[in-house]
């Protein structure tokens, strides 16, 4: 596990060739930490559903009830959304495609992939996806 420790001091820099081996693996065990993060908090949501589950004889205390527990199913779906993106992220590490805007092919800052690593946008393509996104949500 030595190697692990190693890695979590490792941060990409612009001074090597970008996606590299290290790069990629830095990345990739980035990602798997948060799917593993995300699948734990299911986890705990789901033991917590099961426990609140009981009948509540009190109608607010019902009401209240079914509304965390509505709350807590759109956290899930959220959550489950985003795994499929993680998944889809680690799919293209093992393609050689990661870290590549997907509009202009261009390679995506390590600074964006650093602090959000499912993204398939440069900064200056997700700007005009959602400028246009804008123009047409204000027809």
Known sequence: MPAVKKMERYRPTESEPFMNERQRDYFRQKLLSWKEEILREARETLQHLQDESQNHPDIADRASSETD????????????????????????????????????????SLKRLDARPIAT???????????????????
């Not at 200056?124 to 204000?138: F, G, L, S, T």
């Open 121 to 139: 946008l440069s900064i200056e393509a997700q700007e005009r996806h959602e400028r246009r996104e804008r123009v047409y949500r204000d027809d």
């Open 69 to 108: 527990r509505a709350i807590e199913l759109r956290a899930r779906d959220r959550q489950r959304k985003l795994i499929s993106k993680i998944d889809a992220a680690l799919q293209r590490i093992d393609e050689g495609t990661y870290g590549y805007c997907e509009e202009t092919g261009e390679p995506i």
